[in-house]
């Protein structure tokens, strides 16, 4: 018997594997996004890592790529893995949205439900201790709140069994050079949280 979970076998619930829920999302036709992507952008990174980073959805070089954070975001981000001791490889990146919205505009509603599958797949299959939300955009939706990120992130937040720790996204910090010395403390903070085992 199949479920939206995962398999179900001898009475428990087996993650569904994440090369088998990237197939299922390259042929998504689930919203209207499907007409205008160039790719799907899955997720990509460690499949045992011990810290998913979720953003919103691709941009532009995402959707071109197929990968996330490729761009100026992306190499940012990858400074701040450094700051928390960790590299690229060893966590895995997804967006809430697998295609880029036009315009990269605020993701719909109903874009967010139907893609929603994809990445609660991911996290039951990658299991991480610790979900970083990038921004505001995830921040919300993976701790279903209306809180938002100024006071939020650094803060370490649970959402079932997961602990959360939201952090600016790193294009915000870019545009907004007030907020880099607020977010690369938040990753070293992150480094400390990994290095105890918290």
Do not use: W
Not at 61 to 70: I, R, T
Not at 74 to 101: F, H, S, T, W
Not at 111 to 130: D, K, M, V
């Amino acid at each position: 018997m199949e479920t939206q979970a995962g398999k179900t076998q001898a009475g428990k619930t087996q993650p569904i594997p994440l090369d088998e829920l990237a197939r299922d999302a390259a042929a998504c036709r689930r919203c209207p996004l499907c007409e205008g992507r160039t790719h799907v952008v899955f997720g990509v990174g460690n499949p045992q890592a011990r810290v998913l980073i979720v953003g919103e959805a691709p941009g532009k070089n995402e959707d071109l790529q197929g990968e996330p954070f490729v761009g100026a975001a992306g190499q940012y981000l990858n400074e701040l893995l450094a700051a928390a001791g960790l590299m690229r490889q060893d966590v895995y990146i997804a967006n809430v949205l697998k295609c880029r919205p036009p315009g990269n505009r605020d993701p719909l509603p109903e874009e967010i439900e139907a893609c929603t599958p994809y990445l609660r797949g991911q996290t039951r299959a990658i299991n991480p201790e610790f979900i970083v939300t990038l921004g505001n955009f995830s921040t919300k939706f993976i701790l279903k709140t209306e809180v938002g990120i100024t006071r939020l992130h650094g803060t370490l937040q649970q959402a079932g069994r997961f602990k959360v720790f939201p952090v600016f996204h790193p294009a915000a910090a870019i545009y907004d050079r007030t907020k880099r010395e607020l977010l690369e403390q938040d990753f070293r903070t992150l480094g400390t949280m990994l290095g105890e085992g918290l």
